[in-house]
């Protein structure tokens, strides 16, 4: 198929076209017929954002390695629930993995322990060596990031890399709530425009 | 109301992002999803970001994972795909108006009834079956329905028996006139209760009549009572033959010998 045509182009990074959004639609829709080779090449191109998100949102190294699996076992099991129309492959299962991430901040226990936890709102930094295109991914958002306002930015990072409801990021940076709904909106546009996503 | 729906529609960007606390205003914001097209294609670019945002935060992840997933995957029953319904789940819940004027055991078959036209509207009826079988609530409900039919009259005795019966299997359909036709099918005695929710109303002079209807003949299997906020009362028939359908027509009062129109259901009966 050829790479540039109006698929490929929701995304225009090269770094997008690399990680090929259709091809793992492709894996998944293998998956769910229980595929367990074409899960094997999904969990190869995934685990990385996967286990990143999470351990963004969680942190703690053990934790963030349990839901990770829980993430990647959900996604064999409910593969066959996995509805194109609502967006790409990558864009769901990076969905159900931040999602448990919030899911297990939200259980009372590490509710608990992230009181004590420093809020980290900067842009993404390299902690390991890292495949040449999550450094152009993270180059990309940072960029765009950047062009963003900073209630915006930190509104966005709050919520996503740092997990927190709305509510609470309005607490955090003294904005009232009505504001902070409107500075993620607004942020999130930009950012989507930046990105060059549909 | 306007100045509502626009407050609403702010929401889109942290509902993307996962900020919306769980409770009402997720629950709020979720439904209005289902009908604002431009709300949901906005979620879906803004899930398109982040999920930009999950591939920048990228990291390796320990080594041992994999082989730990793999096993696991290779134990693990994968899920059936969803079917999409169009069933009305808030329709489940009118099962008070039944109640008053129903004896005792036929009230406990119309709440058994009811409770599975929960299940009917929101599943197939092959993860119907599944559900079933490992629904704690129905075998609650069984023996519950076991107790008090211990003491039913006689004539809600054949109602009790399909009810209570060990291998019960409990079948749904939706007719192309509309509305639901919920079956208990005890294949054993080859006898089924049925019940409706939400077909059209009829004019004077014409009843719904039930047919079974096999391969050689078809057979009357009675009418329909008359609906009472929309749902019929559960009747029971008799002496179904394997490869009988259960038929639905309109007929003109008091019924038909043969159905002189087009069914609207016609349901496959296991037995």
Redesign the interface.
Known sequence: MNPNDSDASRFTSAATDRRGERDLDDLLVHVARGDQAAFEALYDRMVGPVYGVIRRVLRDPSQSEEVAQEVLLEVWRTAARFDPAMGGAATWVTTIAHRRAIDRIRSTTAAAEREHRTVDVSPPHDEVAEAVEASLDRERVRRCLDALTDVQRESITLAYYGGHSYRQVAELLHVTLGAIKTRIRDGLIRMRDCLGVS | MRFFRQDLH?????Y???????GAELTRFTRHLQRCQSCASEV???????????????????AE??D???T???H???????IRTHARPRQARTRGPWVPWLSGAIATAAIAVAVFFGFAQAHTQHQLNQARAQNQTLTVLQAHIQAELDAARAHDQALAAILSAPNAQFLSERTTAGGVAGVVLDAATRKLIVATAGLPGLPAGKVYQLWLIGPVKITSAGLLPPAKAGQTAPVVATGIVKGDKLGLTVEPAPGSKQPTTTPILALPLPV
Request: hydrophobic content about 50%; cysteine-free.
């Open positions: 702010t929401l889109a960007g942290a993307a992002l996962d900020a919306l606390d769980p879906r670019g803004f899930r398109e970001v982040a999920t930009a945002m999950a591939f920048a935060a990228t990291t390796e992840a320990p994972m994999r730990r997933v793999m696991a995957v290779a693990t029953r994968q899920l059936p795909p969803e």
